[in-house]
């Protein structure tokens, strides 16, 4: 059975702060990262992936990856209140396109 | 960008009847699309796989003569969910590959089986 972790939180973070948010995985072969946001009631939205080691950037989100700990994080950098929704960490299964989701971290930021 | 037209967005039905459920590419063509269910507060399960022209490939422990999914099209995939129970009531998302390595998802449909 391939997993994906995550803590399901609340994650509560004040406003401006910095949100890290976490996942590990149980594939060993995966080579595909995802990280989606869900807004209640709402189908998933791709806010980032990632493929190769290390830290990938994209305006206030920066995802990071290590292959070798099978670990995938999230980083939300001055956090909005917007921003307050289950963030949803997806694996690629290794050798078919398929996704295996964890069961989200809930992200509260406080006004 | 890709999108996936997903509907009904909101359906509810009786005990016993089936609900088709469709998922339209729309600018683009899905050789495989994907089916989930999610639970209220859970994450979303795969429950299947459909290829265009070909069966659909079923998780274990998804009842394949309950949940029919049809691919005729390349752009046309949907899911029928026959004698739905109350059990059944779920929101389900269909998702279709795009490129190289990416997924783009339809908007759900809330289902509630009474």
């Known amino acids: 059975q391939k997993e994906v972790e995550q803590n399901s939180g609340p994650l509560s973070v004040p406003e401006g702060a910095i949100a890290s948010l976490n996942c590990t995985y149980s594939?060993?072969?995966?080579?595909?990262f995802f990280w989606y946001r869900q807004y209640s009631g709402k189908s998933p939205e791709l806010i980032m992936s990632?493929?190769?080691?290390g830290d990938k950037e994209d305006g206030r989100f920066t995802a990071q990856l290590n292959k070798a700990s099978q670990y995938v994080s999230l980083l939300i950098r001055d956090s909005q209140p917007s921003d307050s929704a289950t963030y949803l960490c997806?694996?690629?299964?290794?050798?078919?396109?398929?996704?295996?989701f964890g069961s989200g971290t809930r992200l509260q930021v406080q006004p | 960008g890709a999108v996936v037209s997903q509907h009904p967005s909101r359906v509810i039905c009786k005990s016993g009847t089936s609900v088709k459920i469709e998922c339209r590419s729309l600018?683009?063509?899905?050789?495989?699309m994907f089916w989930y269910r999610q639970f209220p507060k859970q994450s979303l399960m795969l429950m299947a796989t459909?290829?265009?022209?070909?069966?659909?490939?079923?998780e274990q422990g998804v009842e394949k003569d309950k949940f029919l999914i049809n691919h005729a099209s390349l752009t046309l995939s949907t899911l029928t969910v026959t004698s739905a129970h109350p059990e059944d009531s779920s929101f389900y998302i269909c998702?279709?590959?795009?490129?190289?390595?990416?997924?783009?998802f339809g908007s759900g449909t809330r289902l509630t089986v009474v």
């Open positions: 998702s279709a590959s795009v490129g190289d390595s990416g997924y783009t």
């Open positions: 990632i493929y190769s080691n």
């Open positions: 600018d683009f063509q899905a050789t495989t």
């Open positions: 459909s290829n265009e022209g070909s069966k659909a490939t079923y």
């Open positions: 997806a694996v690629e299964q290794a050798g078919r396109r398929a996704l295996t």
């Open positions: 594939d060993r072969g995966s080579q595909s």
